[in-house]
């Protein structure tokens, strides 16, 4: 993309070219302790791509200013749907879930014990061959006597064993790749750009601003009483 110029977008889908498929638009839904969803649309001009050749296979989403990398996500195809046939192009749609996502798909009921919480989050991860994962602990967890999974997916005991010990989870990525960082600590978040809040609709050639935000407010959970027996 050297020689682009304006905001552009570039996908990359498994062993497929790389131009294949054009970006039309995306959604991309991130946030602390979920794993993100990125949904694409695209354009091809290939009217039967293969869906094995897609489903299951890794994306990476590429955003780009004035020939300049800006911002990648990565992640693997969980669903792909082939829209209509138009004028010299076929739409598509592709949902994009990290590995993480696959935990959602396991239900277990068991009993660890012994082990300190991240030994017990990393063994999970594994046992789901994700070897890309990362702990930032700034705290140390003690070991526990006993931890139980009883009929729960693998990602919502992560998720619970996680908030009961203080900790939370994030995704990084890099070029083809991403990871999950399990932290303990605000420090480990990367401390982004202060963004300029543009109520105009134009005004702005370049940069990042905030457009639009929304602002509420809902009751909660004020306290917790926890019993040890």
């Avoid at 050749?53 to 911002?71: S, T």
């Amino acid at each position: 993309m050297a020689n682009s110029t304006g905001l552009q977008f570039t996908v990359k889908v498994g062993a497929l070219e790389a131009g294949t498929f054009a970006v039309v638009d995306f959604r991309l839904d991130e946030g602390l302790n979920r794993p993100f969803s990125l949904s694409l649309s695209l354009a091809s001009a290939l009217p039967d791509v293969d869906f094995g050749a897609v489903l299951d296979q890794p994306c990476e989403l590429m955003i780009w200013y004035e020939g300049e990398l800006k911002r990648r996500v990565s992640g693997i195809i969980s669903g792909f749907t082939q829209g209509d046939t138009g004028f010299r192009r076929t739409r598509y749609q592709i949902e994009v879930r990290p590995a993480l996502w696959r935990l959602e798909l396991r239900t277990n009921a068991r009993i660890f014990q012994a082990q300190k919480p991240e030994a017990i989050i990393g063994a999970l991860l594994e046992e789901a061959g994700i070897t890309d994962y990362a702990f930032a602990l700034r705290n140390e967890h003690a070991v526990r006597e006993y931890c139980v999974q009883y009929r729960e997916s693998d990602l919502a005991f992560i998720t619970r064993l996680a908030a009961e010990e203080g900790m939370y989870f994030f995704h990084e990525y890099e070029e083809g790749k991403h990871r999950v960082v399990f932290a303990d600590d605000a420090g480990a978040l990367t401390k982004g750009p202060e963004l300029f809040f543009n109520l105009a609709t134009q005004g702005l050639s370049e940069g990042e601003y905030v457009r639009r935000f929304h602002y509420a407010e809902r009751v909660s959970t004020a306290e917790v009483e926890l019993k040890d027996y």
